[in-house]
């Protein structure tokens, strides 16, 4: 069966201090891998997918990268996080597939909650 | 891009109660799914359901694609149930990322 890992689980960092959310899928090959953030009380804002090792699409400019150096791996960076980058990251994933519906369900790690201070 | 809208946007309900929470999109679509977000944050799969209805015990979902609705149904609701239901879309026009609507919160009183 297929798991998703994030960690850390929780973060607090300063800000102008950089960022690593990592992000790992088991029991699957070559997913579709997704970044969102949500901030409190709100709905959730995709940032980034990926189709496949190395291919980054952004949904929203912002201060923050994402890169994929593995295929089960998505990491999400920042080089100087803001305070406005606090919120609930999650990272989700979906499985490709033939016929009439190309992409699976979507299922989603546990979060990383970041307080930038 | 298309529009996903969820109501109520918030609802308390006494333990044992029904309800039924209620998501509308703006055009077609061939994905859709219900969520629950429990109180620690961790999004859970209800129902993967682009058409049709499912259920799974005391929920149960119905997809209308060709009115662009979904009902998600919850039947002698406990504690447990409290959170936000969150439904989102992909697929028709606007690309096979899921869109997600802004939630219904609710909270079951014991």
């Known amino acids: 069966s297929q798991t998703i890992h994030q960690w850390p689980a929780t973060l607090v960092q300063p800000v102008g201090s950089p960022l690593s959310l990592e992000c790992t899928v088991e029991?699957?090959?070559?997913?579709?891998l997704y970044w969102y953030r949500q901030a409190a009380g709100r709905g959730l804002q995709l940032l980034f997918y990926?189709?496949?090792?190395?291919?980054i699409s952004s949904e929203v400019p912002q201060n923050l990268s994402a890169s994929r150096p593995q295929d089960r791996q998505f990491i999400l960076s920042s080089k100087k996080l803001l305070l406005s980058d606090s919120g609930f990251y999650l990272c989700?994933?979906?499985?490709?597939?033939?016929?009439?519906?190309?992409?699976?369900?979507?299922?989603f790690g546990p979060g990383t909650r970041l307080t930038v201070t | 891009g298309i529009q996903v809208e969820q109501s109520p946007p918030d609802l308390i309900l006494q333990e044992g109660a029904n309800s039924t929470l209620r998501c509308n999109f703006s055009d077609s679509v061939n994905n859709l799914q219900w969520f629950h977000q429990n109180p620690w944050g961790q999004l859970i799969n209800l129902f993967y359901i682009p058409s049709g209805t499912k259920q799974n015990g005391r929920l149960s979902a119905t997809t209308v694609a060709t009115e662009r609705y979904s009902l998600l149904y919850i039947s002698s609701s406990q504690t447990t149930d409290s959170g936000v239901y969150f439904c989102?879309?992909?697929?028709?026009?606007?690309?096979?990322?899921?869109?997600f609507g802004p939630g219904t919160r609710l909270s079951v009183l014991p």
């Open positions: 029991g699957t090959s070559n997913p579709n």
């Open positions: 989102a879309v992909a697929g028709g026009n606007y690309g096979q990322n899921f869109v």
């Open positions: 989700a994933w979906r499985e490709t597939r033939s016929g009439p519906y190309p992409l699976s369900e979507q299922y």
């Open positions: 990926s189709v496949g090792i190395g291919q």
